[in-house]
């Protein structure tokens, strides 16, 4: 827990505010956390106060902070190699994207890197696009792609409306999931509404469907069985390429390697980031299904980036990958999660105000609401209330830090977490939901 700081905490807060910006606030509201170093799944302040991380940052520390095998792997890349541009070929490049081929779904086996999601989302577009010669692309309302041009119109929610009208072409639909007083509709019905949409907007026109698998902060909604089959099904009767944003659900995050892999998909694109390489440093990707790739062996891909494939990144990756395996850290989640489900369950029972919780894996929300009868949410569709913003300062006075957003909260810890640091977690909770109730 050593530090070589030499500011304090308010001194580090004052700073950033009169010199960054930060991001999705208006500036004057802005109270970050001062971060001194972080291990395991905690994380501290310069004068030394833990912090619980139950939302692996932005849900991305899947591995846990400071995991000494990356931190080696890092160190020695840099030694080695801290870059070389795009148009050359590097040993961890090539292993990274060997090892990807691998562990993801189906015959997708080739990956143009990114710097992140959003850059990710905005390259899946354009392959889309350049692949099928077709221009339209179809995103649902209940969806956060990334915060770059066209990952913004990509995005269903309410981020979305400053930056527009944004990227022509693209056509949102509605989730299956209308909220905690309306719940799901029925996955027929589902399914035909997104047909519809389809013959709508012209099957020939539309190149893309773009789905969060397991959608994130719009609400962990994991679909009902045969919803995302159905989709894959969709896509593949009318000749659209199924892209499955697994960004936030990847890498372990909800007891398997991938979402779709609950459900048995293959969607034609994918993009990853976050999990990665846990965020130690920032990479992302999109892979695509081979015939995919074939296209582009004759016909140039019209898009680059700077730091594409950065040798240090391939490396915090290859080594985040490893961590992944020799730990058990999948099958780990997945265990992990039976408890939280549990724990999330019991909630439910207790506390009048749980209206709603969904996990898969270590992948959870808790929606809350004014009581059970009436199951009117607890904060407004893109609000907040007394209630939530006090539940707010209640984890954070108490040392628990996990996202809370409208009337929910996000339960996201680290794969690495310990029972009884999930116990501990679910332990703050509690009392924070009997001082609003």
């Known amino acids: 827990m050593s530090t070589t700081l030499t500011r304090s905490g308010a001194e580090i807060v004052a700073l950033t505010k009169a010199h960054t910006l930060y991001e999705w606030s208006a500036q004057s509201k802005v109270d970050p956390i001062p971060v001194a170093g972080a291990e395991g799944c905690w994380f501290w302040t310069p004068e030394g106060k833990r912090y619980l991380d139950f939302n692996s940052q932005l849900m991305c520390v899947n591995i846990g902070h400071s995991h000494p095998r990356v931190v080696k792997a890092i160190q020695d890349q840099v030694a080695t190699l801290a870059y070389a541009n795009p148009f050359m070929a590097t040993e961890p490049r090539a292993l990274l994207g060997e090892k990807l081929a691998a562990i993801t779904p189906g015959d997708i086996d080739a990956f143009f890197f990114t710097n992140g999601g959003a850059e990710a989302n905005e390259n899946a577009i354009k392959i889309a696009r350049m692949y099928t010669g077709r221009h339209k692309i179809l995103a649902?309302?209940?969806?956060?792609?990334?915060?770059?041009?066209?990952?913004?119109t990509l995005?269903?929610?309410?981020?979305?409306?400053?930056?527009?009208?944004?990227l022509p072409g693209i056509v949102h639909i509605a989730d299956a999931y209308h909220g905690v007083q309306r719940g799901?509709?029925?996955?027929?019905?589902?399914?035909?509404?997104?047909?519809?949409?389809?013959?709508?907007?012209?099957?020939r026109h539309i190149a893309a469907f773009f789905i969060e698998p397991v959608t994130g902060t719009n609400g962990i909604l994991v679909p009902p069985d045969g919803y995302l089959q159905g989709i894959r099904e969709l896509c593949t009767k009318y000749g659209i390429l199924m892209v499955a944003d697994e960004v936030m659900s990847g890498f372990g995050r909800t007891g398997e390697w991938f979402a779709v892999d609950h459900w048995k998909i293959v969607p034609d694109l994918m993009t990853i980031a976050k999990g990665l390489t846990s965020a130690?440093?920032?990479?992302?990707?999109?892979?695509?299904?081979?015939?995919?790739?074939?296209?582009?062996?004759?016909?140039?891909?019209?898009?680059?980036?700077?730091?594409?494939?950065?040798?240090?990144?391939?490396?915090?990756?290859?080594?985040?990958?490893?961590?992944y395996e020799d730990e058990d850290l999948i099958a780990r989640a997945k265990r992990t999660g039976v408890v939280m489900?549990?724990?999330?369950?019991?909630?439910?029972?207790?506390?009048?105000?749980?209206?709603?919780?969904?996990?898969?894996?270590?992948?959870?929300?808790?929606?809350?609401?004014?009581?059970?009868?009436t199951m009117e949410p607890m904060a407004p569709f893109n609000g907040t209330s007394e209630p939530m913003v006090k539940l707010g300062r209640f984890f954070r006075e108490h040392g628990l830090y996990t996202f809370v957003r409208w009337n929910g909260f996000f339960t996201n810890p680290p794969l690495t977490i310990s029972e009884d640091e999930l116990r501990h977690g679910f332990d703050i909770i509690d009392r924070g939901l009997k001082e609003i109730a």
Not at 140 to 152: E, L, N, P, V
Not at 287 to 304: C, L, P, S, T
């Open 280 to 323: 130690y440093v920032p990479l992302g990707a999109v892979g695509m299904r081979r015939a995919i790739a074939d296209h582009f062996k004759e016909n140039v891909f019209y898009g680059g980036l700077t730091y594409n494939s950065h040798p240090l990144a391939c490396a915090a990756a290859l080594a985040t990958l490893a961590v």
């Open 341 to 373: 489900k549990t724990l999330m369950q019991d909630l439910d029972a207790r506390h009048d105000i749980v209206g709603a919780t969904r996990s898969i894996g270590l992948f959870g929300i808790v929606e809350l609401v004014k009581n059970k009868k």
């Open 140 to 152: 649902r309302y209940r969806s956060y792609h990334g915060a770059t041009g066209g990952a913004m």
């Open 184 to 203: 799901w509709d029925d996955v027929g019905l589902a399914l035909a509404n997104i047909e519809e949409v389809i013959q709508f907007e012209g099957p």
């Open 155 to 166: 995005t269903g929610d309410p981020r979305r409306w400053a930056a527009e009208p944004g």
